[in-house]
C-alpha cells in the first residue's frame, strides 16, 4: 500500500480548502439571489436577506410566470438556443472535418478562418448587413452572426486531426466514404468535444443580450437575457406588465431575483448531464490496447 508524504498530504489538502473556498464564493451569489426572491417585500427593501428567505413568500414567481412579456422572451430564449446551437455545431464539424482533412491549400483555407479572428468588420458593417438583410426584429439577426465560432472550429479540427488515420483508412477499404466516416467514426468518438463546444454555444446565446438590444427594435421581440438587462440594468419596470400597486407589495428586488433566477436555472439543469463528458476529457484515445 503506496503511502503519501506528510508534504503530499498537505499540499492536497490547502488545495481542497482552496477548492471548496472558491466553489462557495460561486454559489453563494446564486442563493442569494434565491433567498431574496422568496422573501417578502419588507424584508428585501431593508436588506435583512442574506442566504434564507425572511417571510417566505412565493408571489414574486407567482406574478413573474404570469407576465406574458417575460413567458414570452423566455421562450424566443429557447428557440434561440436551441436553433443557435444546433447550427452552429452543424458548421462547426463540418468546416473542421473538412480543414482537417489533407488537400491542395488546406493552409491557405486555415489561415482564412484565423484571419477572422484577428480582423473583422466591426459592430456598424455587421448591423447594416443585418439590416440590408431585412433580418432585424427576427430570430436569424440573433443567430446567423454568430452561427460560425472560429475558435470552436480549430478545437475541434485538432480534435479530427489526433484521431488515429488507421481508422479511418480501415473505414475506406469496408466502402466508406466521407460522410459515413464521420458520422460513424469521428463523431462517436468525439463526443467529450461535441459536449464541451455545444455547452459553450449554448451558454452564449442563452446569456448574449446586446445583440437583441441592438436588432430588436420591439421589446416584445426581446429574448430573455436582453429583457432581463433593460429591467435590472435599466430599472426599466414597465416591461414587467405588473400593476404598479402590485409593486408596492412585491419589491422590485423580488421581482427581479425571480425572474434571474428563472433565467439561470435552464442552464444550471444542463450542465450536469454533460459533466460526463468533460471526466472523459477532451483527446479521449480512440484505440485501445
Same mark, same amino acid.
Given at each position: 500500500?503506496?503511502?503519501?508524504?506528510?508534504?503530499?498530504?498537505?499540499?492536497?489538502? +490547502?488545495?481542497? +480548502?482552496?477548492?471548496?473556498?472558491?466553489?462557495?464564493?460561486?454559489?453563494?451569489?446564486?442563493?442569494?439571489?434565491?433567498?431574496?426572491?422568496?422573501?417578502?417585500?419588507?424584508?428585501?427593501?431593508? #436588506?435583512?436577506?442574506?442566504?434564507?428567505?425572511?417571510?417566505?413568500?412565493?408571489?414574486?414567481?407567482?406574478?413573474?410566470?404570469?407576465?406574458?412579456?417575460?413567458?414570452?422572451?423566455?421562450?424566443? *430564449?429557447?428557440?434561440?438556443?436551441?436553433?443557435?446551437?444546433?447550427?452552429?455545431?452543424?458548421?462547426?464539424?463540418?468546416?473542421?472535418?473538412?480543414?482537417?482533412?489533407?488537400? *491542395?491549400?488546406?493552409?491557405?483555407?486555415?489561415?482564412?478562418?484565423?484571419?477572422?479572428?484577428?480582423? #473583422?468588420?466591426?459592430?456598424?458593417?455587421?448591423?447594416?448587413?443585418?439590416?440590408?438583410?431585412?433580418?432585424?426584429?427576427?430570430?436569424?439577426?440573433?443567430?446567423?452572426? *454568430?452561427?460560425?465560432?472560429?475558435? #470552436?472550429?480549430?478545437?475541434?479540427?485538432?480534435?479530427?486531426?489526433?484521431?488515429?488515420?488507421?481508422?479511418?483508412?480501415?473505414?475506406?477499404? =469496408?466502402?466508406?466514404?466521407?460522410?459515413?466516416?464521420?458520422?460513424?467514426?469521428?463523431?462517436?468518438?468525439?463526443?467529450?468535444?461535441?459536449?464541451?463546444?455545444?455547452?459553450?454555444?449554448?451558454?452564449?446565446?442563452?446569456? *448574449?443580450?446586446? =445583440?437583441?438590444?441592438?436588432?430588436?427594435? =420591439?421589446?416584445?421581440?426581446?429574448?430573455?437575457?436582453?429583457?432581463?438587462?433593460?429591467?435590472?440594468?435599466?430599472?426599466?419596470?414597465?416591461?414587467?406588465?405588473? =400593476?404598479?400597486?402590485?409593486?408596492?407589495?412585491?419589491?422590485?428586488?423580488?421581482?427581479?431575483?425571480?425572474?434571474?433566477?428563472?433565467?439561470?436555472?435552464?442552464?444550471?439543469?444542463?450542465?450536469?448531464?454533460?459533466?460526463?463528458?468533460?471526466?472523459?476529457?477532451?483527446?479521449?484515445?480512440?484505440?485501445?490496447?
Amino acid at each position: 500500500m503506496y503511502r503519501y508524504s506528510i508534504g503530499y498530504r498537505w499540499f492536497s489538502g +490547502i488545495n481542497a +480548502i482552496l477548492l471548496a473556498a472558491i466553489a462557495l464564493l460561486c454559489i453563494l451569489p446564486l442563493i442569494h439571489v434565491a433567498a431574496v426572491s422568496f422573501s417578502s417585500s419588507s424584508a428585501a427593501m431593508a #436588506n435583512r436577506v442574506y442566504f434564507w428567505p425572511v417571510g417566505f413568500s412565493t408571489e414574486a414567481y407567482e406574478r413573474t410566470l404570469a407576465n406574458p412579456l417575460f413567458l414570452r422572451s423566455l421562450v424566443l *430564449s429557447v428557440e434561440r438556443t436551441v436553433a443557435g446551437t444546433v447550427l452552429s455545431m452543424a458548421l462547426t464539424v463540418s468546416a473542421a472535418f473538412v480543414l482537417s482533412r489533407s488537400f *491542395s491549400g488546406r493552409s491557405l483555407y486555415s489561415w482564412f478562418f484565423v484571419f477572422t479572428m484577428l480582423f #473583422n468588420g466591426g459592430l456598424i458593417p455587421t448591423y447594416m448587413i443585418v439590416t440590408q438583410l431585412e433580418l432585424t426584429n427576427t430570430l436569424w439577426a440573433l443567430i446567423l452572426p *454568430s452561427a460560425v465560432n472560429v475558435y #470552436n472550429t480549430i478545437l475541434m479540427m485538432q480534435f479530427f486531426r489526433s484521431i488515429p488515420k488507421e481508422l479511418e483508412e480501415a473505414a475506406y477499404i =469496408d466502402g466508406a466514404g466521407y460522410i459515413r466516416s464521420l458520422t460513424k467514426i469521428f463523431l462517436p468518438l468525439s463526443l467529450p468535444s461535441l459536449a464541451t463546444l455545444s455547452l459553450f454555444a449554448m451558454v452564449w446565446h442563452w446569456n *448574449s443580450w446586446f =445583440d437583441g438590444l441592438i436588432y430588436i427594435t =420591439d421589446y416584445r421581440q426581446y429574448p430573455l437575457a436582453t429583457f432581463l438587462q433593460t429591467i435590472i440594468q435599466g430599472g426599466d419596470m414597465r416591461n414587467t406588465n405588473i =400593476d404598479p400597486s402590485q409593486l408596492q407589495i412585491l419589491s422590485e428586488r423580488t421581482v427581479r431575483s425571480a425572474q434571474i433566477l428563472i433565467g439561470a436555472l435552464p442552464i444550471l439543469l444542463v450542465y450536469p448531464f454533460l459533466q460526463r463528458f468533460f471526466v472523459q476529457g477532451l483527446t479521449m484515445g480512440a484505440v485501445k490496447e
